[in-house]
């Protein structure tokens, strides 16, 4: 999700009370008023705006249509989910204040930085101005791409920080062991494979050409000595933020534990040895091609303390994020607009959870049982409150 911020002065607060919820006009021409925006919600001194979530629903709708979904069906889709989206931006408006509160502006921008060399490099792209220009082309406006990146990469790395390492570094010895002890079966080595995949997409095709080509796929991969990362990087369709996977990972997916696995994806893998490649396997969203780049064997159980912070980490990290959105909600003023709090409020007592923000990740994701998850959290009513009282930013 993209937020925008919008730093107030002291005397701008005071205009700005005034014009709290409802639309800010301005006259182009006698007597014609023109709406510029309208505020949805304030999150201390920053604001959801309308614009905002026009932005973010066109972008979810097209997120839909990329996986398969029928225009008319994606656009009730996200309209249905509306409040839910609404309360999710507030949440983010939380999570970047408290990222600048922690100081991490300049590691945030450094990363973003980082992801878009990286970008222009798997593109095959010479500087950023020159991926700039690539996807201006391509109707992805840079300026969006990058703060994007920025708020994804804030609100993980405050919910990283706050929660998740607080979980990990602060288990004694005494807890690992007894985790350890009842749970000995969890830390058995399972068996697992390495997979990479070519995705062949559905959408906007007649499914015979999908089938047909997923099949000339599967025989070239099959070829003695086939370059499957190369026929990835060229035929694999899967996209995150409108942009190929494949031209960053080469289709590979990782190694995945063979019990993580989708009944269906285990299916089709459990007796390829390294180096095959599956028939296309069905999905709604297209066909997926797997070849298995390596396989581990099961073994013993054994005490790793790493694995077992993580396991307990991962374990009670939902419930502990949760949490720490409520206490952020608490200590916050949120107050969210008449004509949206009926539909927005019941969003703001539940948790839900994030997608996958990595290429790899979010590809990787299609092939499990579930995901980690990442609470939006439970978010504020109407009128938000510190200790039953009104709280002024």
């Given at each position: ?104 502006t300049e590691e945030i921008e450094a990363e973003v930085n980082k992801r878009m060399l990286d970008l222009a ?223 927005v409020l019941p969003f703001l007592s539940t948790g839900s959870p994030a997608a996958p923000t990595t290429a ?34």
């Amino acid at each position: 999700m993209k937020s925008k911020k919008i730093v107030f002065t002291c005397s701008a607060l005071v205009a700005f009370a005034l014009l709290m919820f409802t639309s800010t006009n301005v006259f182009a021409q006698e007597g014609e008023p023109v709406v510029v925006d309208e505020v949805v919600a304030q999150v201390n001194n920053d604001v959801v705006t309308l614009s905002m979530i026009k932005r973010e629903t066109r972008e979810a709708v097209e997120g839909l249509k990329q996986k398969g979904t029928v225009g008319a069906q994606a656009d009730a889709e996200i309209t249905r989910r509306q409040p839910e989206l609404i309360a999710s931006l507030v949440d983010e408006q939380l999570l970047v204040q408290k990222a600048k509160e922690l100081n991490l502006t300049e590691e945030i921008e450094a990363e973003v930085n980082k992801r878009m060399l990286d970008l222009a490099k798997a593109q095959g792209f010479k500087t950023l101005e020159t991926l700039d220009e690539a996807m201006r082309a391509s109707n992805v406006d840079p300026a969006g791409f990058r703060q994007s990146a920025r708020t994804g990469i804030a609100t993980g790395l405050v919910l990283s920080r706050e929660v998740d390492a607080k979980i990990f570094y602060g288990l004694s010895s005494d807890e690992l062991k007894r985790y350890y002890e009842a749970h000995k079966d969890q830390f058995r080595k399972s068996e697992a494979v390495t997979l990479s995949e070519i995705f062949v997409s559905f959408a906007g095709k007649p499914e015979a050409d999908v089938i047909a080509k997923a099949s000339a796929l599967v025989a070239e991969a099959r070829k003695p000595g086939a370059d499957f990362a190369a026929l990835a990087t060229v035929n694999s369709e899967r996209q995150q933020d409108g942009v190929r996977v494949a031209t960053q990972t080469k289709g590979k997916l990782g190694t995945v534990q063979v019990s993580d696995l989708n009944a269906q994806i285990s299916a089709a893998v459990k007796t390829l040895t390294a180096g095959s490649v599956s028939d296309p396997i069905r999905t709604d969203e297209g066909l997926i091609i797997l070849r298995v780049d390596g396989r581990t064997a099961a073994g013993n159980s054994t005490f790793n303390e790493n694995q077992v912070r993580e396991a307990i980490t991962a374990e009670r990290s939902a419930k502990e994020r949760v949490a720490y959105m409520q206490k952020l909600r608490s200590d916050a003023y949120i107050k969210v607009a008449e004509n949206y709090s009926v539909a927005v409020l019941p969003f703001l007592s539940t948790g839900s959870p994030a997608a996958p923000t990595t290429a790899a990740g979010a590809a990787a994701a299609s092939l499990k049982n579930g995901s980690p998850s990442t609470p939006a959290g439970n978010k504020s009513s109407g009128k938000k409150t510190k200790a039953g009282g009104n709280k002024r930013p």
